[in-house]
């Protein structure tokens, strides 16, 4: 086996960067020994050159100056983990423009900026690879674009992001509140400072637009996806919820019709409590694909953290060494912006189940007006319980359960539920996701 | 993206084999869009040239002369699905020597001439790409050479054949015994017409050692696993299981200390039902790994079947013809033999913790003298159960948990129980296997 060096540069040494100087310092022999490929760090860029890291790096490598890597021409692969999208854009585009292959972690900048960036890849005869953008240590996007790439893919369900998953764990376990499962979250570093970007979906679009455009072969925009949070979920309609059977997930939904129509969705969802994606608690990830050859697959890992997401990052600097990378990337074709939007689903046109509760005055008629309301719009009540709790203005909440209908029928439905002077406040409403388990 | 047409040869047009020939001509325009390549079927070599499949080959495409496909230059890869371990290996050969790639499902001939294929196709400028000899639809194979290439694997845990997990699963489910759980594959299509290979573990180890070899990265032989089969369970010892808490499953184990000792079996293991392998049933395969920077990556799928397993070989034959397996086929580093036999751990050195059933005679003072057995030999109990159902001869069951203890001790106190006058007939011995399930 021919042995070969390879040098790369990293720039950001946050968590992840450290990860991946960790497993190239600690761990180059294994590497090397398995795979021929001897990765040797020339530099790691970083503004902040102080900070203590939990890696010990050569003498003279860190260093705050992006030139260093830029300008070196011995370094063929730059490794962006900076994250955001307005540097971690300047510095992929002067790798690129440098000569180098891009490896990176970067969600938020391939959702947005991705196109744009894989073309000018390919006019520069470079690649970028990003396995590690999506649910970090499982190999999902190379499962979409190589393992699965004789099937057709119908649909994709993703729990894809580990935070919102903790907390909405947190929640069912152990009956905390969303604010007391956040705040623990915190504790354990399963949640950003900010965690907005995470509790609102926004992360979980991120992932979902790059797989998407992977397994629907589409350039697929963050404007495709439809996006709820996890923000508002009170742990009484987890509780509820659980009653009747299903169980809460913050799921990234990839669909695509035999019309070749896409739905491309995040938000809550209740899915029944013996699905395989019910059993995925705390931080780990996991997605259901299923497609025309293999049925369902699903994978199963962690999300994030320092080492699951740099031994996607390393895996992904292999690649790129080995040439496999160019070889897959200069072959991936994404179907362009102005075939992708006539086909996206507008979401009113979504047929699905749902959970609803609203907060009843306890007095005679009231079942006659909510449901009279219902039946006005053709929604079709499956179940529904009346529980004894009681709420602010000795209200009762009422749950229901609908059999599928279209999404602008239930919020035509909810609004119309709002104007009852029997009804406190807003209904809530919690899409009920049916997965379509595969079975002998 | 630069469009390439790349000729094929099919040898073997059973059942994955007539799953290729649908892909490449029933899916051929949506692989090509998806990656440039147009797959063309030149030639399919079986003896049976009059069999009706459900596909429809293109004139004079079908043949029995293997030649048509050897010596047609312009044919790239060989796809090899004959199956079996002879006729199938010079067909192999043949290919290798004839300047063609190979892409295969055939497990039993990897495990067992695997190592000596590599080397001559090494020696030739060639791959072997066998993506689909492994579980199926799961991609399995490139997750442990490539995904997982940053890691050190500690231990994978496999059901990988699908036969004996649907047996398995019908018994546990439905309380059918061995013999009716099979005729039931049988009539599935879930097992063969001979099944041996598959309920005696030889299919599940074959598996193992082409796994094995790639996680460790050492030469293994089908001679390293130790192999017991599942022909011998009965349904009362799944019932008694179950009532402690575990589940019967075929298991594939491959482990490594951090001496770098490799322990590699394949045998009916109790796993707890709240366990994530626990939950796959029915045909499913699944396999975890545990990695050192990953922690714990699950990947489950269909094991087998005409189109998942066609989904696999044409994954590998794009694969192929993008040059990438070439890449990883020519650096994958195997230590050879000489270094693997030294770090295979003797069974008898496996520390493990059992479940034991003895018939006992009802009478007075029998505790005393098959728990002095268990003593003698060192083997703590962790729990019994005497049931009282009646078994021959007025014998009653009687179920020991034991603590973790040397195979050695083991088998030396079933020998010494089985000599004691007051128990009938050979105890019965299943494995428990604690599978360290990564939590937050």
Partial sequence: MAKRTVRVGLAGFGTVG?????????????????????????????????????????????TG???????????????????GTDVAKQVQLKMLASGKDVVTANKALLAEHGN???????????????????????????????????NTIYSMYGIVNGTCNYILSSMTRRNLSFADALAEAHKKGYAEADPTLDISGGDSAHKLAILASMAFAHEIALEDIFVEGIEGISIDDIRYGSEMGYCLKLLAIGQRNKQGR????????FIANDCSLAR????????????????QVMFYGRGAGMMPTASAVVADIIDVALGNSANTFSHVNLRPRAQTVPLIEKMDNLVSRSYIR????????VVARWSKVLADH????????????????????????THPVREENISAALDGMEKLDVIRGKPICIRIVDIPEDKD
Avoid: W
């Fill in 280 to 295: 995925v608690t705390g931080p780990f990830n996991a997605v259901s694909i299923f497609g025309s050859a293999v049925g």
């Fill in 18 to 62: 450290t990860g991946v100087a960790r497993l190239i310092i600690e761990d180059g022999d294994s590497i090397e020994a398995k795979t021929g490929i001897r990765l040797e760090l020339a530099c790691v860029v970083d503004t902040d050159t102080k900070s203590e890291r939990p890696v010990k790096l050569p003498q003279g490598v860190l």
């Fill in 116 to 150: 744009e960036l894989y073309r000018l890849a390919r006019e520069n005869g470079r690649c970028i690879a990003f396995e590690a953008s999506c649910a970090g240590a499982i190999p999902i996007v190379s499962a979409v674009r190589s393992a699965l790439t004789a």
């Fill in 378 to 401: 053709e929604v079709s009540i499956s179940g529904a319980i009346q529980h004894e709790d009681t709420g602010p203005d000795n209200t009762v909440p009422v749950v229901i359960a």
């Fill in 65 to 83: 100056d992006l030139n260093r890597l830029l300008d070196d021409d011995s370094i063929r692969i730059g490794i962006e983990l900076i994250g």
């Fill in 358 to 365: 609203i907060m009843c005055k306890d007095r005679p008629g």
């Fill in 262 to 269: 896409i739905s491309l969705r995040v938000h809550p969802s």
